[in-house]
């Protein structure tokens, strides 16, 4: 507690403080239509994928800053896959019911990422060669398929049952009347963000850990509670709350425990920080290794079937550029590009970072090009910011 500094705080959360200084920003150069309840609605949504594909990257690069490249590609073949059985078309004429389309889904992703671990881990065929294989095999793959079945690019009309478990509102009502049910769901997700920070703080002092002075957790926990607040009030006004948060908010905190409170989640970071080490410390390299890429595929499996719904239709160029966009939102996230470090809640910030760009530039009407250099430039000054904090750390 005694080593408490401002100035430690400022420079652990500087990503975070960029967030939000680059949303007033962007709030405030499109005349308030970057906080309208519309935009903030689509500002989740259209990122959704990117939270899921960043958590399952996250892991890929916490085991020594390794990626995968196919993502993007996996996520049109996937997308083509859950098509042909869902949806009447030539290769598949009597559409299959969803649970059993969902369990197809899970099994070819489970199948591709066992495979694709095995080569990585065990055959050591270096991650981005064996991921750049993926990427352009499954882009080829998941197009002739849509071609074979619809003589087309895209398969559309999936049932509303899928449509609804990936997409839509839950307590949907009209968009001229506040939505209580949002609101209560707000509330309780901010009590419960108080609560476990306090009690979590608590359970440290307990043990005699170094612990931050209770203002400063008292402040966090409401600077945190109140954005959650205005997130829901504002999705309150726009329907409801999006079934895709609840997704988002699942994985997060399920890989959340994974990383900060369980072996296997140490184990992922003592690989990235030093392979041989952890290898003579009796962790199984390869088994960690096999089981970031296993996760993978699973996770972009979900991203796929959260994309799919979000557009209704399963097209040949759905998950462009997706790699890039979850590598990015980890890098900008703090993640280390070497490996060893790195947490869900950085590449979150990462994420709704690169987001808040996008959306921000696209509504000043500035074009694709200038946004792309703009976000080369972001995740350029991310990777000197941590090279530079590393420096600084070993003088002190």
Known sequence: MNNFSVK?????????????????????????????SSNVASLID??????????????????????????????????????????????FATPLPVPVVLIIALVVGVAYGALLGFLIAYMRIPPWIATLAGYLAFRGLGTQILITASETSAISNFPSEFLSIFSGKIFESGYDTMNIPCIVLGVIG????II?????????????????????TLVKSGLIAAIIMIIAY????DGGLPVVVLWIIAVLIIYGIITEKTTIGRHFTTVGGNAE??????????????????NMAVLTVLASLIVTARFGSANAFAGQNFELDAISACIVGGVSAYGGSGTVVGMVIGAALIGVINQGMSLMSIDQD???????????????????????????
Do not use: H
């Not at 504002?234 to 006004?237: D, E, H, K, M």
């Not at 952890?278 to 960690?288: E, F, Q, Y």
């Open 8 to 36: 430690d705080v400022l420079k652990k959360n500087v990503m975070a403080i960029a967030l939000f200084v680059i949303y007033i920003f962007f709030t405030v150069m499109t005349g308030g239509n970057m906080f309208t």
């Open 46 to 91: 259209q990122n959704a994928y990117v939270f899921i594909l960043g958590v399952g990257m996250l892991m890929c690069m916490l085991t020594g800053g390794n990626i995968d490249l196919s993502v993007g590609s996996f996520v049109c073949f996937m997308g083509a896959v859950v098509g042909i059985f869902s949806v009447s078309n030539k290769l």
């Open 190 to 193: 901010a009590a419960a963000v």
């Open 196 to 216: 476990l920070n306090i009690t979590g703080r608590a359970r440290k002092v307990a043990k005699g850990y170094q612990v931050d002075p209770m203002w400063f």
């Open 234 to 237: 504002q999705l309150s006004w």
């Open 277 to 294: 080490t952890a290898r003579l410390s009796g962790i199984n390299n390869k088994l960690v290794m096999f089981c970031a890429y296993l």
């Open 370 to 396: 200038t946004i792309k250099i703009v976000k080369g430039l972001v995740l350029l000054a991310a990777v000197v910011f941590e090279i530079l904090s590393k420096k600084g750390n070993k003088r002190q």
